[in-house]
């Protein structure tokens, strides 16, 4: 049978057309569905004096109901500069958010930058890239969120204003 053929063939057109319909249904659910619950990755932080913190530990810290915000960031990163003054707003504003700052780069480069923009005491750093390999941060900002039993609740690429009031929201505010 010849494919001039076979789209003649009564029904067929319907079928294709369903079947086109039920492939773009599946490809929107994949993309709207929640991903699994992942587990912080538990890591070895650096803050700018040199101290070693360990992820986990700092969670603990973070009071009960309370969650951990970690924003991956860098010196070169412009949106960053933004994003960070927020951040520290809404941890001011919260008794209930824990707010770290990772940079790429190392200590010496990284807290003029956190001390202008006075996030010197949420600052590490990362300027082997480890820590954001574990995360998959390819790019700056990067904000995860994570709650008391070391679950990531929320990732976020970008600044955006979205992403600001997706955060405020985890935090509880």
């Known amino acids: 049978m010849s494919s001039k ?15 086109a319909a039920g492939i773009a249904l599946l490809a929107l659910v994949a993309t709207t569905l929640p991903a699994p619950a992942q ?6 932080l650096y803050d700018l004096s040199g101290a070693r913190h360990i992820l986990h530990s700092l969670v603990d810290e973070v009071p009960r109901g ?3 915000v970690i924003n991956f960031t860098s010196i070169t990163c412009k949106p960053c500069k ?7 707003a809404m941890a001011g504003n919260s008794e209930k958010m824990k707010l770290l700052f ?6 010496r480069d990284a807290a003029p930058h956190a001390r202008e923009l006075g996030a010197d005491e949420h600052a590490y750093v990362d300027p082997l890239g480890a820590i ?4 998959g941060v390819k790019s700056y900002p990067v904000t995860v969120v994570i709650d008391k039993k070391y679950t990531i609740i929320g990732r976020f690429e970008g600044y955006t204003p979205a ?3 997706a955060i405020r929201k985890l935090v509880g505010r």
Do not use: C, H, W
Not at 102 to 107: D, F, N, T
């Open 39 to 44: 587990e912080a990755p538990n890591v070895p």
């Open 82 to 88: 933004k994003e960070i003054p927020e951040l520290l």
């Open 5 to 19: 053929e076979t789209n003649n063939r009564p029904g067929a057109s319907r079928r294709a057309a369903l079947f």
């Open 132 to 135: 954001q390999s574990k995360y």
């Open 102 to 107: 990772i940079y790429a780069e190392a200590s």
């Open 66 to 68: 309370g969650v951990l």
């Open 163 to 165: 992403n600001m009031e």
